[in-house]
């Protein structure tokens, strides 16, 4: 099973790419990770929701892995980053077992070369398998070999491996709850994310304002079959 957790730059692509939509669909349960989408969800009207960031699950799972004796397996990132990433978390969950499993730079989701990626997951047999890819190519990868994968849970978890290694930090706790961490993250990376949060991103407003008509006219026909 998928597990996706969707933010603004995904609800983005998952708007204009039907493949990527697919591979959404699919997903057996969708977490927010976004903060924009965590207010959108209220103004339409959902309660109890929160938000669970990829980065957030990782080191959690492991926590709760140490009691359950599952085994959590990190796949993904750039070279040498899921080795760093499992080597902290077993350090600070000394009885959890988490496991580094390799990923070749794939120019196409259906490579040959991710064959040794099933291989390594078998031979591991982990319960939740974290991809690091980076959104939509670990969802796609997922999609494209789910057949032939081993049964786990699948979580697309995206930088969640560089949090996790050490290697970035995420934004501090007060400006993550104000919905913020974006804006740290563009400060750290700026030439990578400028295009992400500043160019592509005010997409998003013209996806909420849709929501929130779509919402109007759902609520205006059923107070309309009411009064009939």
């Known amino acids: 099973m998928l597990i996706v957790t969707p933010n603004v730059d995904q609800t983005i692509d998952l708007d204009r790419d039907p493949g990527f939509r697919e591979a959404y669909q699919r997903a057996a349960l969708r977490l927010i990770d976004g903060a924009p989408l965590l207010v959108?969800?209220?103004?339409?009207?959902?309660?109890?929701?929160?938000?669970?960031t990829g980065a957030?699950?990782?080191?959690?799972?492991?926590?709760e892995s140490e009691r359950?004796?599952?085994?959590?397996?990190?796949?993904?990132g750039a070279p040498g980053a899921s080795d760093l990433a499992a080597a902290r978390l077993r350090?600070?969950?000394?009885?959890?077992?988490?496991?580094?499993?390799?990923?070749?730079?794939l120019p196409d989701v259906g490579d040959p070369q991710s064959q040794a990626v099933v291989d390594n997951l078998y031979r591991h047999a982990p319960d939740i398998v974290f991809l690091c890819l980076g959104a939509p190519k670990q969802?796609?990868?997922f999609t494209h070999w789910r057949s032939v994968l081993p049964d786990a849970?699948?979580?697309?978890?995206g930088a969640a491996v560089d949090f996790a290694a050490?290697?970035?930090?995420?934004?501090?706790?007060?400006?993550?709850r104000l919905g913020g961490e974006w804006l740290w993250r563009l400060v750290q990376e700026p030439r990578r994310l400028g295009r992400r949060y500043l160019l592509k991103g005010p997409a998003f407003l013209a996806i909420a304002y849709r929501s929130l008509v779509m919402r109007d006219r759902a609520t205006g026909t059923l107070i309309r079959e009411d009064v009939l």
């Open 68 to 76: 359950e004796g599952w085994t959590v397996a990190i796949a993904g």
């Open 139 to 141: 969802e796609m990868w």
């Open 56 to 63: 957030d699950l990782l080191p959690f799972l492991v926590g």
């Open 166 to 176: 050490g290697t970035a930090s995420r934004a501090p706790r007060f400006l993550r």
């Open 153 to 157: 849970v699948y979580v697309g978890a």
């Open 91 to 105: 350090k600070a969950h000394p009885g959890a077992k988490v496991v580094s499993v390799p990923f070749p730079h």
């Open 40 to 52: 959108l969800a209220r103004l339409l009207g959902a309660t109890g929701v929160h938000r669970h």
